[in-house]
Protein backbone atom coordinates (compact mmCIF):
# COMPACT_ATOMS: atom_id res chain seq x y z
CA UNK A 1 0.00 0.00 0.00
CA UNK A 2 1.46 3.62 -0.52
CA UNK A 3 0.32 6.74 0.98
CA UNK A 4 -2.95 8.10 0.30
CA UNK A 5 -4.02 11.58 0.45
CA UNK A 6 -7.32 12.88 1.08
CA UNK A 7 -8.98 16.35 0.96
CA UNK A 8 -11.88 17.12 3.38
CA UNK A 9 -14.59 18.16 1.63
CA UNK A 10 -17.66 18.68 4.52
CA UNK A 11 -17.27 18.45 8.17
CA UNK A 12 -17.26 15.05 9.37
CA UNK A 13 -15.28 12.74 11.79
CA UNK A 14 -12.30 10.83 11.30
CA UNK A 15 -13.69 7.25 11.57
CA UNK A 16 -17.12 7.75 9.24
CA UNK A 17 -14.20 10.17 6.67
CA UNK A 18 -12.18 7.28 6.12
CA UNK A 19 -14.58 4.10 5.51
CA UNK A 20 -16.16 6.35 3.09
CA UNK A 21 -12.68 6.75 1.24
CA UNK A 22 -10.21 3.93 1.96
CA UNK A 23 -11.27 1.41 -0.36
CA UNK A 24 -11.24 -2.24 -0.10
CA UNK A 25 -10.67 -2.22 3.92
CA UNK A 26 -13.24 -3.50 6.44
CA UNK A 27 -14.24 -1.44 9.47
CA UNK A 28 -11.60 -3.16 11.62
CA UNK A 29 -9.51 -2.67 9.28
CA UNK A 30 -9.77 0.98 9.45
CA UNK A 31 -9.57 1.11 12.94
CA UNK A 32 -6.51 -0.84 13.21
CA UNK A 33 -4.80 1.72 10.68
CA UNK A 34 -6.39 4.23 13.55
CA UNK A 35 -4.75 2.14 16.31
CA UNK A 36 -1.15 1.45 14.31
CA UNK A 37 -0.84 5.56 14.20
CA UNK A 38 -1.15 4.97 10.48
CA UNK A 39 -3.59 8.62 10.13
CA UNK A 40 -2.21 11.75 9.80
CA UNK A 41 -4.71 14.94 9.95
CA UNK A 42 -2.60 17.97 8.67
CA UNK A 43 0.62 16.30 9.80
CA UNK A 44 -0.62 15.16 13.13
CA UNK A 45 -0.82 11.76 13.98
CA UNK A 46 -4.59 10.92 15.00
CA UNK A 47 -5.68 7.45 16.37
CA UNK A 48 -9.65 8.72 18.36
CA UNK A 49 -12.37 7.27 15.81
CA UNK A 50 -14.31 10.56 16.68
CA UNK A 51 -11.91 12.49 15.84
CA UNK A 52 -13.59 15.84 14.18
CA UNK A 53 -12.46 17.04 10.65
CA UNK A 54 -13.23 20.53 9.06
CA UNK A 55 -13.62 21.15 5.04
CA UNK A 56 -10.29 21.73 3.47
CA UNK A 57 -7.91 19.48 5.64
CA UNK A 58 -5.59 17.01 4.48
CA UNK A 59 -6.34 13.16 5.79
CA UNK A 60 -2.94 11.00 5.06
CA UNK A 61 -3.03 7.09 5.39
CA UNK A 62 0.35 5.50 5.76
CA UNK A 63 1.49 2.47 4.29
CA UNK A 64 1.47 0.08 7.68
CA UNK A 65 4.00 -0.15 9.44
CA UNK A 66 5.36 3.86 9.08
CA UNK A 67 3.41 4.92 12.09
CA UNK A 68 5.81 2.78 14.04
CA UNK A 69 9.08 4.04 12.11
CA UNK A 70 11.81 5.85 15.03
CA UNK A 71 13.11 8.98 13.81
CA UNK A 72 16.87 10.28 15.22
CA UNK A 73 15.27 13.71 15.89
CA UNK A 74 11.82 15.13 16.77
CA UNK A 75 9.74 15.30 13.75
CA UNK A 76 7.55 18.85 13.77
CA UNK A 77 5.65 18.27 10.97
CA UNK A 78 5.22 16.01 8.45
CA UNK A 79 3.00 15.19 5.14
CA UNK A 80 3.47 14.47 1.98
CA UNK A 81 5.24 17.40 0.69
CA UNK A 82 7.09 18.20 3.96
CA UNK A 83 8.92 17.20 6.58
CA UNK A 84 9.95 19.30 9.36
CA UNK A 85 12.41 18.29 11.87
CA UNK A 86 14.00 20.17 14.97
CA UNK A 87 17.66 19.68 14.38
CA UNK A 88 19.87 18.88 17.22
CA UNK A 89 22.89 21.09 17.87
CA UNK A 90 26.02 19.75 16.49
CA UNK A 91 24.67 17.85 13.32
CA UNK A 92 25.49 19.59 10.05
CA UNK A 93 21.98 20.18 7.80
CA UNK A 94 24.09 18.92 4.50
CA UNK A 95 27.53 17.05 3.68
CA UNK A 96 30.80 18.65 3.65
CA UNK A 97 34.19 18.56 2.33
CA UNK A 98 34.59 16.81 5.88
CA UNK A 99 31.31 14.84 6.45
CA UNK A 100 29.20 12.93 4.46
CA UNK A 101 27.32 10.55 6.26
CA UNK A 102 26.29 12.24 9.92
CA UNK A 103 23.99 15.23 8.57
CA UNK A 104 20.36 15.44 8.70
CA UNK A 105 20.09 15.63 5.06
CA UNK A 106 21.42 11.83 5.49
CA UNK A 107 18.99 10.86 8.39
CA UNK A 108 15.81 12.23 7.14
CA UNK A 109 16.29 10.46 3.82
CA UNK A 110 16.96 7.19 5.93
CA UNK A 111 13.68 8.11 8.16
CA UNK A 112 11.60 8.57 5.00
CA UNK A 113 13.03 5.52 3.02
CA UNK A 114 11.92 3.02 6.00
CA UNK A 115 8.41 3.47 4.66
CA UNK A 116 9.53 3.37 0.76
CA UNK A 117 12.81 2.82 -0.43
CA UNK A 118 11.85 5.08 -3.71
CA UNK A 119 11.22 8.15 -1.33
CA UNK A 120 13.64 10.97 -1.35
CA UNK A 121 14.13 14.33 0.63
CA UNK A 122 15.26 17.50 -1.28
CA UNK A 123 16.74 20.73 1.21
CA UNK A 124 15.32 24.00 1.43
CA UNK A 125 17.35 25.72 3.71
CA UNK A 126 19.94 25.18 6.16
CA UNK A 127 21.08 25.85 9.84
CA UNK A 128 24.67 25.98 11.29
CA UNK A 129 25.44 22.63 12.62
CA UNK A 130 26.46 24.52 16.33
CA UNK A 131 22.72 25.71 16.07
CA UNK A 132 19.69 23.47 16.92
CA UNK A 133 16.18 24.17 15.70
CA UNK A 134 13.66 24.06 13.02
CA UNK A 135 14.65 22.76 9.64
CA UNK A 136 12.40 22.40 6.58
CA UNK A 137 12.86 19.17 4.18
CA UNK A 138 10.85 19.21 1.04
CA UNK A 139 9.44 15.50 -0.10
CA UNK A 140 9.69 16.09 -4.19
CA UNK A 141 11.60 18.62 -6.31
CA UNK A 142 8.50 20.51 -7.08
CA UNK A 143 8.23 21.30 -3.63
CA UNK A 144 11.73 22.30 -3.38
CA UNK A 145 11.67 24.52 -6.19
CA UNK A 146 8.62 26.65 -4.88
CA UNK A 147 10.23 27.31 -1.61
CA UNK A 148 13.52 28.67 -2.65
CA UNK A 149 12.34 30.39 -5.88
CA UNK A 150 10.14 32.26 -3.79
CA UNK A 151 12.04 32.03 -0.28
CA UNK A 152 11.94 36.08 0.20
CA UNK A 153 7.93 36.14 -0.64
CA UNK A 154 6.99 33.04 1.50
CA UNK A 155 9.01 33.97 4.80
CA UNK A 156 7.08 35.87 7.27
CA UNK A 157 9.33 34.75 10.21
CA UNK A 158 12.55 33.12 10.86
CA UNK A 159 12.97 33.23 15.06
CA UNK A 160 16.14 32.61 16.81
CA UNK A 161 16.60 32.18 20.70
CA UNK A 162 19.85 33.25 21.60
CA UNK A 163 21.38 33.25 25.20
CA UNK A 164 24.64 35.88 24.95
CA UNK A 165 27.05 37.05 27.23
CA UNK A 166 26.28 40.34 28.88
CA UNK A 167 23.50 42.64 28.00
CA UNK A 168 22.98 44.08 24.96
CA UNK A 169 23.34 48.09 24.99
CA UNK A 170 19.68 48.28 24.20
CA UNK A 171 16.41 46.22 25.09
CA UNK A 172 15.78 46.09 21.53
CA UNK A 173 17.39 47.45 18.47
CA UNK A 174 17.97 46.54 14.22
CA UNK A 175 21.60 45.71 13.19
CA UNK A 176 22.09 46.48 10.01
CA UNK A 177 25.66 45.94 8.51
CA UNK A 178 27.69 44.50 5.58
CA UNK A 179 29.00 41.21 6.16
CA UNK A 180 32.31 39.73 4.34
CA UNK A 181 34.08 36.08 4.92
CA UNK A 182 37.43 35.61 5.21
CA UNK A 183 39.84 33.09 4.07
CA UNK A 184 39.34 31.49 7.76
CA UNK A 185 35.38 31.14 6.97
CA UNK A 186 34.70 33.90 10.01
CA UNK A 187 32.25 36.07 9.04
CA UNK A 188 32.72 40.19 10.05
CA UNK A 189 31.00 43.74 9.08
CA UNK A 190 33.16 45.74 6.81
CA UNK A 191 32.12 48.94 5.46
CA UNK A 192 32.15 48.54 1.78
CA UNK A 193 32.15 45.71 -0.20
CA UNK A 194 29.88 43.22 1.77
CA UNK A 195 26.81 41.47 1.87
CA UNK A 196 24.03 43.18 3.63
CA UNK A 197 22.72 41.61 6.58
CA UNK A 198 19.86 42.83 8.82
CA UNK A 199 19.08 41.13 12.36
CA UNK A 200 16.82 42.33 14.74
CA UNK A 201 16.63 41.48 18.55
CA UNK A 202 14.99 41.62 21.77
CA UNK A 203 15.66 41.21 25.24
CA UNK A 204 13.01 38.67 26.87
CA UNK A 205 15.07 38.51 30.09
CA UNK A 206 18.48 39.23 31.96
CA UNK A 207 20.31 37.26 34.59
CA UNK A 208 24.05 38.30 36.53
CA UNK A 209 25.95 36.83 33.43
CA UNK A 210 23.75 36.07 30.44
CA UNK A 211 20.77 38.05 28.96
CA UNK A 212 17.92 36.16 26.65
CA UNK A 213 17.57 37.59 23.25
CA UNK A 214 13.91 36.82 20.86
CA UNK A 215 16.21 37.35 17.59
CA UNK A 216 14.60 37.61 13.51
CA UNK A 217 16.71 38.19 10.84
CA UNK A 218 15.43 39.56 7.66
CA UNK A 219 18.71 37.83 5.69
CA UNK A 220 19.81 34.67 5.96
CA UNK A 221 23.98 35.73 5.71
CA UNK A 222 26.17 33.05 7.27
CA UNK A 223 26.55 33.44 11.05
CA UNK A 224 25.10 36.29 10.46
CA UNK A 225 23.76 36.47 14.39
CA UNK A 226 26.70 35.25 15.37
CA UNK A 227 28.47 37.90 14.01
CA UNK A 228 26.39 40.64 14.45
CA UNK A 229 25.70 39.63 18.23
CA UNK A 230 29.65 39.45 18.82
CA UNK A 231 30.27 43.10 17.54
CA UNK A 232 27.43 44.10 19.47
CA UNK A 233 29.86 43.11 22.11
CA UNK A 234 27.54 40.23 23.67
CA UNK A 235 28.38 36.88 21.79
CA UNK A 236 26.54 34.30 21.75
CA UNK A 237 27.53 31.73 24.88
CA UNK A 238 29.66 29.29 23.74
CA UNK A 239 30.68 30.55 20.72
CA UNK A 240 34.58 30.57 20.64
CA UNK A 241 34.82 30.92 17.13
CA UNK A 242 33.41 34.93 17.97
CA UNK A 243 34.47 35.68 20.92
CA UNK A 244 32.65 33.93 23.71
CA UNK A 245 34.50 33.41 27.01
CA UNK A 246 32.09 31.08 28.35
CA UNK A 247 30.47 27.81 27.53
CA UNK A 248 27.88 27.05 30.28
CA UNK A 249 25.95 24.36 28.47
CA UNK A 250 28.28 22.77 26.07
CA UNK A 251 27.06 24.05 22.86
CA UNK A 252 26.38 26.88 21.07
CA UNK A 253 23.35 28.39 22.42
CA UNK A 254 21.35 29.29 19.60
CA UNK A 255 18.31 27.99 18.45
CA UNK A 256 15.74 28.16 15.50
CA UNK A 257 12.55 28.42 17.04
CA UNK A 258 10.14 29.56 14.78
CA UNK A 259 9.62 29.52 11.25
CA UNK A 260 6.68 30.75 9.64
CA UNK A 261 5.59 30.49 5.84
CA UNK A 262 2.92 30.43 3.24
CA UNK A 263 2.08 27.65 1.54
CA UNK A 264 3.17 28.26 -1.86
CA UNK A 265 0.29 25.97 -3.44
CA UNK A 266 -2.28 26.71 -1.25
CA UNK A 267 -1.31 30.05 0.39
CA UNK A 268 -2.19 28.83 3.95
CA UNK A 269 -0.11 30.23 6.44
CA UNK A 270 2.00 27.62 8.74
CA UNK A 271 3.68 28.08 11.86
CA UNK A 272 6.52 25.66 12.67
CA UNK A 273 7.82 25.61 16.32
CA UNK A 274 10.79 23.90 18.11
CA UNK A 275 10.95 24.42 22.12
CA UNK A 276 13.60 26.15 23.45
CA UNK A 277 16.65 23.43 24.52
CA UNK A 278 16.73 23.10 28.22
CA UNK A 279 18.84 25.55 30.27
CA UNK A 280 18.27 28.41 27.79
CA UNK A 281 15.53 30.39 30.10
CA UNK A 282 17.47 29.11 33.42
CA UNK A 283 20.60 31.05 32.34
CA UNK A 284 18.78 34.39 32.13
CA UNK A 285 16.93 35.04 35.34
Not at 33 to 49: E, I, N, P, S, W
Not at 74 to 100: F, H, N, Q, T, W
Not at 162 to 176: H, N, Q, Y
Request: aromatic share 6%; net charge positive; hydrophobic share 35%.
Amino acid sequence: MQEKRYIVEGQDTLLPFLLAHVAGKSRNSVKAMLTRGQVQVDGKTVTRHDHPLLPGQTVVVLPQGAGDKKAPFPILYEDGRLLVIAKPAGLLSMASDKEKLRTAYRMATDYVRKTDSRNRIFIVHRLDRDTSGVLLFAKDEQTKRAYQDNWDRLVGRRGYLAVVEGRPPRDSDTIRTLLRENAAHKVYSVPSGGKEAITHYTTLSRGREYALLEVDIDTGRKNQIRAHLSELGCPVAGDRDYGAATDPLGRLCLHAHELRLTDPFTGEARLFRAEAPGGFAALAR
